[in-house]
Each structure stands twice: as C-alpha cells, then as structure tokens.
C-alpha cells in the first residue's frame, strides 16, 4: 500500500531524537528507511526512505544536540535544518535538560558545522510566574541572544499552551496575559534586532507584526526555502488554525522523550515514557518496539519538491 508525499523528514515534534535517539537515527540513515507507526492508528506503519534524492530536508528540533555532533558527517549529503531550545527554567521545570551555558556551547559547535543559515534558536513555551517573571525573561533572553549573536540568524518565540497533558503534568501553570504576550513580544523583538536576528511567531496570530515580528510561522514554506537556497514546489495547507509550517512526516514517538519538561505536551506520564524507552532498540527499523504480526505496512509516496528547473538559473 502507498500514501501521502513527503518531501521532509521532521525528527522533533514528538521527542527528542538527537538527545536520546541517535544511534537509532544513524543505523536509519545507514540502512536507508524508517518505519513510523501512526500514532492513533497503531496497526499502520509507514515506511518512508531516507534518501538526500527524495528527502529535501532533514527537520531536527532539540533541546540536546550534543550526542550527534560527532557524527554530522554521515548526514553531509541532506539538506538540514535544525531548531535548537534554549530557555533559561531550573530543574525544577526542565529535569534532565542539560545547562543553558552546556546547551549554548552546543549550538555553537553545531552552528559551525551546518552553517549559521541552517540553525534556529527556539526560547519556547513562555509562562509567567514569581520565579520566572516578566524581567526574569527579558534577562534571560537578552543573555542567550548575546551568546548565539554569530551563530543564528533566527529566533522562535511561542507561549505556553494549556493542552491537557501539560495541566496534568504541570498544574499550577498559568496562560499568559494579552498584556504581558505584548510586553514580551516588544521588547523581545528590541533585544533580537540588537544581536541581527529575525524574531518569529507561530500560531500566535498576527497581532505581534506591529513589532517587526514575522508571524508567518517557523518552519513555513518560506523559512525552508531560504535554509535550502531552493524554491519548493508545494503548496502549503494548514494543519491547525493559523499555522502553516510543514511539521507532517514526523517520525518520532509519543510519550519517548526522557526529558521530563513540565510544560511537555508530548509526554502523558513519565511511567509510560519509562515504559517505552525500555522497548527502543536501536537496530529496530521503529523507534519503539519492532514490527508486529498484524501490522499493516504502507509505503509513504515520496517526490522531491524542488523546482531543479528554476534552481538551474
């Protein structure tokens, strides 16, 4: 069986691949396939081919770069782009993140590698509470743009979304005022003109543009163009109300990130994240587990959607 098109592969929106996943993605990239099994339909695995003539892009998102670094000359021949977070919360919110300082030190080392084009600060999900305040953000974020000033020339900015995992996890949790999200956002976007970043938004609406904040989205159309210096056919849809990034094609797992962020949304409960993590074998073609008797395989349609006939101009 055959579905979909795929011209991206996303590593991030589910868990965090790099952190503690790598071996498991090098042996996918050595072997040529991955296969993904659907989230709400368990008994349907997708098997999508990693290979740099149908994968226009590699999509990477983590908060721990750091176990791949060694190893980013395997992935020479892809196109990449790669969203780093870092944000300035304890122990108490992030457990098992490493160190702002460590993290920072990380994303230089990368920046280096793939090129500054090719790699993306993220200080995300923003709440609001007495440790961390509105002046406690501002500091933190003025510190870490400092830092990354010749390492990136992009920032994504977002804030917290009260999903039903994250007020189970995280209770006393507070959605952010319209006042403080302008607050923010202003002086924010001060603090990234000052160190020569573009400050993005996403699914955050377009009331921030009045800032010079582009709210079209972080991983939209344009944004991948401009980190692949190619023009891409497709035509981008919306997947949630006023988002139009292209984060399909994820092949991570829920409830797999070690973690242990409060705010997570991608984690039901640290038992079952346990749980999993004690299935994952590296050699195995998923992420989690291994194929299954009654499991409906189907073969994802895949085509580059590079113009190569504008690109040769």
């Known amino acids: 069986m055959k579905e979909g098109m795929i011209m991206i592969i996303n590593t991030g929106q589910r868990t965090d691949i790099p952190a503690y996943y790598?071996?498991?993605?090098?042996?996918?990239?050595?072997?040529?396939?991955v296969y993904v099994r659907n989230p709400y339909f368990p008994q349907?695995?997708?098997?999508?081919?990693?290979?740099?003539?149908?994968?226009?892009?590699?999509?990477?998102?983590?908060?721990n770069p750091k176990p791949m670094l060694a190893r980013l000359d395997e992935l020479k021949e892809y196109r990449q782009f790669w969203f780093?977070?870092?944000?300035?919360y304890s122990k108490d919110i992030e457990p098992y993140v490493p160190y702002v300082k460590e993290v920072i030190e990380t994303f230089k080392v990368l920046s280096l590698k793939v090129g500054k084009h090719a790699v993306g600060w993220r200080y995300d999900p923003i709440f609001i509470s007495p440790k961390y305040s509105l002046d406690f953000h501002k500091k933190a974020f003025e510190y870490i743009a400092r830092e990354l000033s010749n390492y990136t020339n992009q920032c994504v900015i977002s804030f917290i979304d009260l999903y039903q995992k994250t007020i189970k996890n995280f209770p006393d949790v507070k959605q952010v005022s319209h006042r403080d999200k302008?607050?923010?956002?202003?002086?924010?976007?001060?603090?990234?003109?000052?160190?020569?970043?573009?400050?993005?938004?996403?699914?955050?609406?377009?009331?921030?543009?009045?800032?010079?904040?582009?709210t079209n989205g972080c991983m939209s159309k344009n944004v991948i163009e401009k980190v692949i210096g190619e023009e891409l056919l497709l035509k981008p849809k919306?997947?949630?109300?006023?988002?139009?990034?292209?984060?399909?094609?994820?092949?991570?797992?829920?409830?797999?990130c070690l973690h242990g962020c409060l705010y997570c949304?991608?984690?039901?409960?640290?038992?079952?994240?346990k749980h999993n993590?004690?299935?994952?074998?590296?050699?195995?073609?998923?992420?989690?587990?291994?194929?299954?008797?009654?499991?409906?395989?189907?073969?994802?349609?895949?085509?580059?959607?590079?113009?190569?006939?504008?690109?040769?101009?």
């Not at 956002?185 to 904040?213: H, N, P, V, W």
């Open 22 to 33: 790598s071996e498991w993605f090098f042996n996918r990239i050595k072997e040529g396939y």
């Open 44 to 63: 349907r695995v997708t098997k999508y081919v990693l290979n740099p003539r149908v994968v226009d892009c590699l999509c990477f998102c983590s908060k």
């Open 84 to 88: 780093v977070t870092i944000t300035p």
């Open 182 to 214: 302008h607050m923010i956002a202003k002086e924010f976007s001060i603090i990234a003109r000052r160190y020569g970043m573009q400050l993005y938004t996403c699914a955050e609406g377009d009331d921030f543009k009045q800032y010079g904040i582009n």
């Open 238 to 256: 919306s997947i949630r109300e006023g988002c139009t990034c292209l984060i399909g094609n994820d092949i991570g797992v829920y409830n797999s």
């Open 265 to 273: 949304y991608a984690n039901y409960s640290n038992d079952l994240v």
């Open 277 to 313: 993590f004690s299935l994952h074998d590296s050699l195995s073609p998923l992420l989690i587990g291994h194929i299954e008797e009654n499991d409906i395989l189907i073969d994802a349609k895949q085509k580059s959607d590079i113009n190569y006939q504008l690109s040769l101009f």
